[in-house]
């Protein structure tokens, strides 16, 4: 049950650790966590969706025709642009290259407070960025700013960006539709739904890995719908067994031979 209506805004300097707090706070108190700098992201990719050459007037237009919503699933925070899940496709490297300069545009800067004030208008949110406190909502119910040494900021910085470029390029390895399922209703009919979809179903089914940039194989090693499934892979000792014919099946792709470090931990009876 969400707690009563509150607005905290974090701010800190870049690497001072506010995202990781903000993010702890709002599952703590059940408010939703809203990352001001995915809305900026997201103003960029959708820049890049309409493939026009870049100009202030159409970030502007842009930015204030789109709607942004947040959606807070287990410890993932879920970003939607007019209802399309973007989460993995505004932390791609493109939309890094462009979203300084889309942020820079003034009326892009006030077409995301308006939002964002909107946002935090019923409380329950904890919002995270640089000018919230000063600007967005200067007289919020908590006001909250971090701070951390030179060398402790770098250092969360460095992992942070390494984080990020990695869940960028498995993003841009996944292709476009990356792990994707198809139901069979009824008449033969057929619907597609996407890899965040959760819910168990019952009707027949398959998986769809489709335009991937590299040697992808789809392995579906067990249903969670079987107990047996379960009880054998759901342990570490079942992970560990599964990585390792993986792993061997990836060296002998490639034609290399597996190294006993690597192997070693695992087991197989």
Known sequence: MRHAAGRTPYQSPAGAGKSTIAKLAAEELDYIYIDTGAMYRS???????????????????????????????????????DGLEVTDEIRTPEVTEIVSKVSAVGAVREAMVAQQRRMGEAGGV?????????????????????????????SRRYKEMLAKGMQAAGASLRGRGGVRYIYYLENDQK?????????????????????????????????????????????????????RVYYEAICAYFGTQPQAEQLAGFTLN
């Not at 050459?53 to 993932?76: C, G, H, N, R």
């Open 43 to 81: 103003v960029a990719w959708k820049f890049l969706q309409s493939k026009q050459d870049f100009s202030p007037e159409l970030v502007s237009k842009l930015a204030a025709e789109m709607t942004i919503t947040f959606k807070q699933e287990a410890k993932l925070n879920r970003v939607f642009v």
């Open 191 to 243: 619907q597609l739904v996407e890899s965040t979809h959760t819910e168990v179903r019952s009707e027949r089914s398959f998986t769809l890995l489709e335009d991937v940039n590299c040697p992808a194989v789809l392995a579906e090693q067990c249903f969670v719908t079987n107990e047996a499934d379960v009880a054998q892979f759901g342990s570490e000792e079942g992970c560990k067994k599964t990585a």
């Open 126 to 154: 904890v919002m995270d960025g640089r000018d919230i406190g000063t600007v967005v909502f200067p007289h919020a119910d908590l006001k909250i700013f971090l701070t951390a040494s030179a060398e402790e900021r770098a």
